[in-house]
């Protein structure tokens, strides 16, 4: 019996599944209806990932000062608004830089850190660029600011000095996340570090931060970056779409209204 059948699905669409190689009904239902909860790997799995989470908790217990180092595209903004977000649900103060992309070209710059070192800043994370900014990273470790690398970007076989280098397509990282955008990647950090909040205790006398409000970001930032929506990316936007719906976020409910979207964001938006 032909997926259309047992799926009550109209029969143009289960042609589409059977081309698309969806072999089994639950393969069927991930793909039309996916969801986090089949989706979602454990944030461990990808390398130094631990390492960014513990590093990053240290920070907060702390209060050290903390900055973004984001990229200036759809991915790197909506990266560097995730974190913020989800630092400010923390009470944890959190700085964005963005660099200047005609002065400051692509990327972490020697120039930029020292900026955000002077300004009390101990530890930097770096959104959606970084695997490869050897000069810059070495720059930061000489002045002795920490750095994580949060990016997806394919690596080459050197790694940059930092205290972590989060990346799907690191050489030697085999994962099922390799199409994930760097906005993505950030959310299974927030996945990864609130696991670890909770098991410090942190959240005993605080509410822990819903991971979910923030899926809106995560949408946009996945479709923009024109990454695979396939797997982990297609219940982001799935789930992320129902979020954006809520306007809830300022930013994007007025950017909807700018664009002339009145109505309620499905896929043929994205």
Do not use: W
């Amino acid at each position: 019996m032909a997926f259309s059948q047992r799926l009550g699905i109209p029969e143009i669409v289960g042609r589409i599944l059977s081309s698309r190689g969806v072999q089994s009904d639950k393969a069927a239902e991930n793909f039309l209806e996916p969801t986090l909860r089949d989706s979602l790997p454990d944030p461990s799995h990808l390398k130094d990932m631990d390492k960014a989470t513990d590093r990053i908790c240290q920070a907060i217990e702390t209060g050290e000062t903390m900055a973004v180092f984001g990229d200036y595209d759809v991915d790197g903004a909506t990266s560097s608004a995730l974190l913020k977000r989800y630092f400010d649900a923390l009470g944890s103060a959190l700085r964005i830089y963005i660099p200047d992309r005609i002065k400051e070209g692509y990327g972490p710059n020697v120039k930029a850190f020292q900026t955000l070192k002077s300004e009390g800043a101990s530890l930097v994370i770096t959104v959606d660029c970084g695997t490869t900014a050897f000069d810059a990273l070495e720059g930061a470790q000489e002045m002795g600011l920490d750095v994580i690398v949060m990016d997806h970007h394919v690596a080459e076989s050197k790694l940059p000095s930092a205290v972590a280098v989060v990346n799907p397509n690191r050489l030697d990282q085999d994962s099922s996340v390799k199409s994930v955008a760097a906005v993505g990647l950030c959310f299974l950090l927030c996945v990864s570090l609130n696991r670890a909040l909770r098991n410090r205790g942190f959240f005993k006398d605080r509410s822990e931060p819903d991971l979910k409000q923030f899926l809106d970001l995560v949408a946009l930032g996945t479709v923009c970056d024109v990454v695979s929506l396939s797997g982990l990316n297609r219940a982001y936007v799935s789930q992320g779409l129902k979020v954006m719906a809520n306007r809830r976020n300022t930013g994007l409910s007025v950017l909807g209204e700018v664009a002339g979207l009145s109505e309620r964001p499905e896929a043929y938006h994205a």
